[in-house]
């Protein structure tokens, strides 16, 4: 009897040891206070909302002539970033702190270069500008702003005459009044100063 007894006791004492084991151990080894205190930082980048704008986008430039640049009508917007910072205390408890990540517009750029003007052609650049993030773990983007052309043109091309048959007496007469200057299609402007050749041949 005595023998049945301690074995029910030493199979008490073994569920009861396991049943010790078996129970969660919590954080315990965490500072004894179920937490380790620290700091988490996780950050969304902003984005584009709209594009910008630019006008004019030609331009006639006349040889040797200051080459115009065209204006931003109507800057980007971007929509903001997040920068959250989430912090645990060793009780466990918890608390996020979220700033705005704002992004500036630079200046219009241009990709190529504009002219110099010192050349005839036909150039077109894109036009863009940098979105500048407050904060630096986001990268600076670029936004679209269309695209302008420059005609550069010679002024130096030759100028054309026509001749109205019915004045031709008058021409011998060394009339001007029915001399036309023509200028070729590609030049921007009229020249102000015509130099008239005296030897001038009409073709009937």
Known sequence: MKTKRNVLIWAMVVVSIALFLSLPRGKAQNN????????????????IATNGEIDPTYFC???????????L????SFNNGTKTVTTTRTDCSTTNETTAITYSAGPLQYDPAPPNGSTPGTYTSSCYIIGTPSDT??????????SVTWNVVDTNELVNFEFSPSAFLEILNN???????????????APTNLTFSSNIKVAL
């Open 137 to 146: 773990h986001c990268d600076p983007t670029n936004v679209p702003c269309g």
């Open 175 to 189: 009339s001007m009044n029915y001399i036309r200057p023509v200028v070729k299609a590609a030049n921007c402007q």
């Open 61 to 71: 430039v006349n040889q040797g002539s200051s080459v115009p640049l065209p204006g």
């Open 32 to 47: 004894g206070n179920g937490c380790v205190a620290s700091s988490e930082t996780n950050y969304a980048c902003g984005s």
């Open 73 to 76: 009508i109507t800057p980007p």
